[in-house]
């Protein structure tokens, strides 16, 4: 089996995303050691048991965001630790996702593999992290020997920043599924008595539309809303808004049970535009109605998505569920577009790809 060193860009204990997925797949399918940064802050994080993978936490410097000075001492920490980690394991393939870490790979001979899933220059606020991560970047996708984008505009998007030579090297391996299909819904109808509940869960942050949320609060005094997720920006005080800080990924059913509709009241710009929703994934294995800002690369889920493109249409949509709560899509079909999008699936087209090199 040949050797693999996986280089996260969140931590273990983060709430579950796509690296977690994609490092227990590959775990299966090479002997692969995962290495991370271990944050002393364990705030919204949470406690994940292995299933036998092979992980290498490296201590960051606390206090991280403080300063830039602290946080390009701390960079330079870690990628000489993960470097180190290289040399030792030796290991066949490198497989980075994350831009800055393109200094790991600096004296490894083996193969590198890039997996592009955000807009990492869109994420960068400040105008000296735009520059370092055009940099990084651009030597990345130089250095890469084969480039997964979660999303068709990820891939666009390279190829536009670092030329078409690229083309040939970026492949499309999209979000997908993970866990246990659930079986079908039983309660199809409101629940007589009880708020019809609009339910989010996943990082809630600047993105998040706060302000339309409220909005339908005012217009629909028989709705509330459920939320699960770190909060990176403040949750709004209400009486008809639950937030329910961070939930494990294999106890979200139960924490969000009461749901009638799973939402993303997203505000659409150049990140957002970039990104193929795990949560989509997830709510349609829930068999709830689902309520999401329409922008391209969502379309392709139009057989089981409600969209809305403004208010009106936001609360339209929220209007004909409550008169009509039955969901827009069959179980057949709901268990068909799961096991086709499994990471299990996606896995498996990365690794084709990889023994290709």
């Not at 997908?176 to 609009?198: C, H, M, V, W």
């Not at 302000?211 to 403040?234: C, H």
């Amino acid at each position: 089996m040949k050797k693999m060193v996986y280089q996260m860009n969140v931590e273990w204990n983060w709430i579950k995303q796509r690296p977690h997925f994609i490092a227990e797949e590959l775990s299966k399918r090479f002997d692969t050691t995962i290495v991370y940064q271990y944050r002393y802050n364990r705030k919204g994080l949470q406690q994940r048991e292995t299933r036998g993978e092979k992980l290498l936490p490296v201590k960051v410097i606390p206090l991280i965001g403080r300063s830039r000075k602290l946080h390009q001492v701390n960079e330079a920490w870690v990628r000489s630790r993960f470097a180190k980690i290289i040399g030792k394991e030796d290991p066949d393939y490198v497989f980075i996702t994350r831009p800055e870490m393109v200094g790991t790979v600096s004296k490894f001979k083996g193969r590198v593999i890039y997996d592009c899933m955000d807009d990492y220059y869109a994420f960068s606020g400040e105008e000296w992290l735009r520059r370092r991560t055009l940099r990084d970047e651009g030597a990345l996708v130089k250095r890469a020997d084969l480039i997964f984008a979660s999303s068709a505009k990820l891939r666009e998007s390279l190829i536009a920043r670092y030329g078409k030579n690229t083309a040939e090297r970026i492949h499309v391996v999209r979000n997908g599924f993970g866990g246990e299909i659930l079986p079908p819904r039983e309660d199809a109808g409101r629940r007589e008595g009880k708020p019809f509940t609009l339910c989010y869960f996943g990082t809630i942050d600047t993105w998040f539309d706060f302000d339309l949320v409220l909005r339908s609060l005012e217009v629909f005094p028989e709705i509330e809303y459920l939320l699960a997720g770190p909060a990176k920006v403040p949750v709004p005080q209400h009486e008809r808004i639950r937030y329910i800080g961070t939930v494990e990924h294999d106890r979200l059913g139960e924490a969000t049970a009461d749901a009638d509709c799973y939402i993303m009241p997203f505000h659409v710009n150049e990140i957002i535009e970039a990104v193929d929703p795990v949560k989509l994934y997830e709510y349609i294995n829930f068999d709830r109605n689902i309520l999401c800002v329409r922008y391209k690369e969502v379309e392709r889920f139009g057989d089981f998505v409600r969209f809305y493109t403004d208010e009106e249409s936001y609360c339209g949509a929220i209007r004909s569920m409550l008169e009509d709560p039955a969901v827009p899509y069959g179980n057949a079909e709901r268990e068909a577009f799961l096991r086709e999008n499994g990471w299990s699936a996606r896995a498996d087209q990365m690794t084709a790809l990889i023994e290709k090199l």
